[in-house]
T-cell receptor, first 114, second 111 residues
Framework: EPEVTQTPSHQVTQMGQEVILRCVPISNHLYFYWYRQILGQKVEFLVSFYNNEISEKSEIFDDQFSVERPDGSNFTLKIRSTKLEDSAMYFC????????????FGQGTRLTVV | GQSLEQPSEVTAVEGAIVQINCTYQTSGFYGLSWYQQHDGGAPTFLSYNALDGLEETGRFSSFLSRSDSYGYLLLQELQMKDSASYFCAVAPNTGGFKTIFGAGTRLFVKA
């Protein structure tokens, strides 16, 4: 069964450093998303991406964050100047259709900023 | 703004039926989705309602009433493995592809 894959599964970084979280969405999907989940809290939307550009972003997704689809398969989230409060699980998701009809989530990258 | 309200916890016994409610405040959206998340796992899609009414997928059913700003997830023949968090989510029709999740309902299934 096709799946969304994310690497790494766990990333520890020093405060102030830059991290790149990587995702390979399902190959025929058109819509891509990044979400964040702080431990014990709800899933928070960060950004959606369609047709090689950002479709919508949340208030969380400020200049510290950027996304890129460098080739036909990868979808990356870059976080610059990481802060302690960036520690969370970051999920990539993809869907064939718009909205939330059926989004497939990767297993997530647990980011720990120390 | 947009918000979704769900009970924080529900407890039920194995074999029973449980209903998890979701009330929302949003001006317009494409549909209401439900996701399951086990501890340490990723959200897994369960069901989607674009229109009012009931959608059935095996042991799980989901209902939407736009006029009442309300939906629910119904889980039948509960199994221990159904113990997880359940999130309702909406995609506002704001022109982008944003999804807003509720805070989640933690379901505990007892033997």
């Amino acid at each position: 069964e096709p799946e969304v894959t994310q690497t790494p599964s766990h990333q520890v970084t020093q405060m102030g450093q830059e991290v790149i979280l990587r995702c390979v969405p399902i190959s025929n999907h058109l819509y891509f998303y990044w979400y964040r989940q702080i431990l014990g809290q709800k899933v928070e939307f960060l950004v959606s991406f369609y047709n090689n550009e950002i479709s919508e972003k949340s208030e969380i997704f400020d200049d510290q964050f950027s996304v890129e689809r460098p080739d036909g398969s990868n979808f990356t989230l870059k976080i610059r100047s990481t802060k302690l409060e960036d520690s969370a699980m970051y999920f990539c998701a993809s869907s064939l259709d718009r909205g939330n009809t059926e989004a497939f989530f990767g297993q997530g990258t647990r980011l720990t900023v120390v | 703004g947009q918000s979704l309200e769900q009970p924080s916890e529900v407890t039920a016994v194995e074999g029973a039926i449980v209903q998890i409610n979701c009330t929302y405040q949003t001006s317009g959206f494409y549909g209401l989705s439900w996701y399951q998340q086990h501890d340490g796992g990723a959200p897994t899609f369960l069901s989607y309602n674009a229109l009012d009414g009931l959608e059935e997928t095996g042991r799980f059913s989901s209902f939407l009433s736009r006029s009442d700003s309300y939906g629910y997830l119904l889980l039948q023949e509960l199994q221990m493995k159904d113990s997880a968090s359940y999130f309702c989510a909406v995609a506002p029709n704001t022109g982008g592809f944003k999804t807003i999740f509720g805070a989640g309902t933690r379901l505990f299934v007892k033997a």
